[in-house]
């Protein structure tokens, strides 16, 4: 099936890392992509991985996926108050490039 | 590179009524994809269209949801009659084929 879940809250305090964790059902995914929303706003690419890559480091972000059980992670190092939105894990899966979207994790971010 | 675009950017209406939302995709992409997001929730799939053809449709409530791509470039996505359920934000995305999605910034619809 296609299904991914994902925690509905994070809160951190500024200067620490956050975590956001997703688990998907698919294991025909082909990549894995972390989007951010901010209030009122569309929705942002962050980073994707590919499926057979365990790891990718972009700066801040960090991407960690254990295909084997089929989870991803998303570490922000150093979170700031920029950083507070709602994060989305997707997979693609098909043929034809379909996203799934997880509910999305609110991150808030506190001094 | 021009973005998605997307109109209107909000819209309010009566149920019953019937509602139009209308997307240009990035120059070149063959793909087109309309999203559906409920507040508190992922978006979700309703049509997929490459080209001018549907290639996914299978979560569109086809009894009062259509779209169309003429001409395989821009793409319009209508609601007759809306139900109060249906107010939710509905985001046009692009690709090229296989490739990575360009989300435009939606419209809002609010459904009384």
């Known amino acids: 099936g296609e299904d991914v879940e994902q925690s509905l809250f994070l809160s951190v305090r500024e200067g620490d890392s956050s975590v956001i964790n997703c688990t998907y059902t698919d294991s025909s995914s082909t990549y894995l992509y972390w989007y951010k929303q901010e209030p009122g706003a569309g929705l942002q690419l962050l980073t994707y991985i590919f499926s057979n890559m365990d790891m990718k480091q972009d700066q801040r972000l960090t991407v960690l996926l254990n295909k084997k059980d089929k989870h991803l992670s998303l570490r922000i190092a150093d979170t700031q108050t920029g950083d507070s939105a709602i994060y989305f894990c997707a997979e693609r899966i098909g043929g034809y490039n379909k996203l799934i979207f997880g509910a999305g994790t609110r991150l808030a971010v506190h001094p | 590179e021009a973005g998605v675009a997307q109109s209107p950017r909000y819209k309010i209406i009566e149920k019953r009524q019937s509602v139009a939302f209308w997307c240009n995709p990035i120059s070149g992409h063959a793909t087109l994809y309309w999203y559906q997001q409920i507040l508190g929730q992922g978006p979700k799939l309703l049509i997929q269209?490459?080209?001018?053809?549907?290639?996914?449709d299978s979560q569109l409530p086809k009894d009062r949801f259509s779209a169309e791509r003429l001409k395989g470039v821009d793409s319009t996505l209508k609601i007759q009659p809306a139900k109060l359920e249906d107010s939710a934000v509905y985001l046009c995305a692009s690709s090229l084929v296989g490739g990575g999605y360009t989300f435009g910034s939606g419209t809002r619809l609010t459904v009384v």
């Open positions: 269209f490459q080209n001018n053809g549907v290639v996914d």
